[in-house]
């Protein structure tokens, strides 16, 4: 199985901060990583697949890079509506496998 | 507009089974793998396995082969997912979801998401 390694698992953040989180796999993805968003008693909410396409809806001030194992996502300009929690998804092999999340909080 | 409607909260006492149903509309039935994602408390979430509901096909991750058996009813358009065996660990909010796809084949993995069957499972 690959493992998905998410960082931080926590961050503190003031609005309009700028934001990074990373996942990195345990063997090349080829890409196949999307971003969700998840807030409390929510499912989670896609917002950016295939490493840097953003979904339907999903604001420009979202945004995600990387190849190979190493990946990032980045929330330019905080909002309090982005408060929430984030997870990546590899799904270039099964099974299927997420990070650990990061949550997000406002210092 | 798709929708995936899942059943209502479940408490269970270990070594019982439960079966949840996720209704799915707003589209044609068949033409989707409906996957099953676990998320426990600690918020991890975990790909359970998917079940083709044209054919019945199903794959499963190793992890819960023999725990969970995936099933639909192409009359309902309701995919169903049992639990056998229920211990603590089981305890969880299970979802159902789907892919979306364009007509030029463009995936966008879980794009569509039930809002949850919470499994309690407690002596």
């Known amino acids: 199985d690959i493992q998905m390694t998410q960082s931080p698992p926590s961050l503190s953040a003031s609005l309009g901060d700028k934001v990074t989180i990373t996942c990195q796999a345990s063997q090349n993805i080829n890409k196949y990583i999307a971003w969700y968003q998840q807030k409390p008693g929510k499912a989670p909410r896609l917002l950016i697949r295939y490493t840097s396409t953003l979904e339907s809806g999903t604001p420009s001030r979202f945004s995600g890079s990387g190849s190979g194992r190493d990946y990032s996502f980045s929330i330019s300009n905080v909002e309090s509506e982005d408060i929430a929690s984030y997870y990546c998804l590899q799904y270039d092999n099964l099974p299927y496998t997420f990070g650990a999340g990061t949550k997000l909080e406002l210092k | 507009q798709v929708q995936l409607q899942q059943s209502g909260a479940e408490l269970a006492k270990p070594g019982s089974s439960v079966k949840i149903s996720c209704k799915a509309s707003g589209y044609t039935f068949t033409s989707y793998a409906m996957h099953w994602i676990k998320q426990t408390t600690g918020q991890a979430l975990e790909w359970t396995g998917y079940?083709?509901?044209?054919?019945?096909?199903?794959k499963y991750n190793e992890k819960f082969k023999g725990k969970a058996t995936l099933t639909v009813d192409k009359s309902s358009s309701t995919a169903y997912m049992q639990l056998s065996s229920l211990t603590p660990v089981d305890t969880a909010v299970y979802y159902c979801a789907r892919y979306s796809q364009t007509t030029e084949g463009i995936v966008s993995p879980f794009a569509y998401w039930g809002q949850g069957t919470l499994v309690t499972v407690s002596s």
């Open positions: 079940i083709a509901p044209g054919s019945g096909g199903t």
